[in-house]
């Protein structure tokens, strides 16, 4: 298989696996027991949390370990409303991840009032509207600006939001899952209070993420039980994926530059062989800076489900959108706000990685040319 899915998850990297294994099927310690193999397992955790807080500019006790990224978004909305009662709104952007908007509908749904920015064509949030909403005197208890889109890759002046948002009073949040392990990261330039990572998108294991908490900030729990996690996130660690998602950000930010640069030269190249093969193809987010692995692009001349249904046969794995878009027949809500029309058009995302090779970008454009071409009339 040709992997040009990376956006939707990549390969657990060797050495994470390594760094599990004893975990899995050597010390199987519950972190909480009062007994030496369970010391060690807690010396494990917390020596990954030193990691994951190093790789953002945190510290320790600002990170909190979860089930992944769709945990860590779902929590920073509904533990910033429920510490701010007063504060009844959330302003976040129109082209989130589902893990943001629909948690958004979820509060919408118990009364909560939530205000989504539009985007410009390449998917830039619209700070100016920001600023109008901070001038108008809102109140939000958070501004949750994703830091890089999962579609099309496009990334977000975060600290120019935040800026904005500490000015309305609001916690301001970040869903960083596309960004951790692939570009700098960093929680004090950001200036953000609230960030979510995800392991399974730099070449760690899946289920397993975190919420980086600033110091002081109050926020609410959003799982009841046991004293885990400094008693704001409950539940027996997932020790063995907690220490691989340690390692693969150890790994990821070591190598960030060069795989960055070969990543976004590969990216380049297909998409150029795309422009100069593919009639009628168009790049989407062309002039945004965007991550160094994505790439959207529109062909007219064919059907979404029919062209990667033509991959998929060639062995080549791609993306209609979103991994939770691809087989539906809507256009993706990012495109929407973008400001592509409704219908009519086959979009393809082709997200990279530093483990794919120029004879695999060359065999995905001939791959392409030959379905485009054939399919036309
Ligand atoms: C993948 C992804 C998520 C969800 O993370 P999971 O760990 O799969 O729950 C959230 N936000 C963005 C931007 C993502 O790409």
Redesign the pocket.
Known sequence: MIDLDH???TRLYPEALDAMLPFLTGNHANASGAYGAARQTRRAIDEARVVVASCIGAKPGEIFFT???????NWALSGAVSAHPGRPHIVTSAI?????LEMCTALEEQGMHVTKLPVDHNAVVDCDMLMQIEKDGAKPALVSV?M???EVGTIEPIQKIAGTAHAMGALMHT????AVGHIPVNVDALGVDLL?M????FGGP????ALYIRQGTRIGRFMHGGAQEMGMRPGTENTAGIVGMAKALEISVIHMKENALKTAALRDSLQGEILRRIPGARINAADAERLPGHLHITIDSISSSMLLMRLDMMGIAASAG??CASGALERSHVLLAMGASRDGQADLRLTLGADNTPEEIESAVAALERIVIRSQP
């Open positions: 956006a939707a998850t089930s992944g990224g769709t945990e860590a978004d989130e991840h589902h893990a943001i994703m890089a889109n999962n869903d960083a899952v596309q979510s995800s392991a399974h998108k899946k289920g397993v993420g979103s991994a």
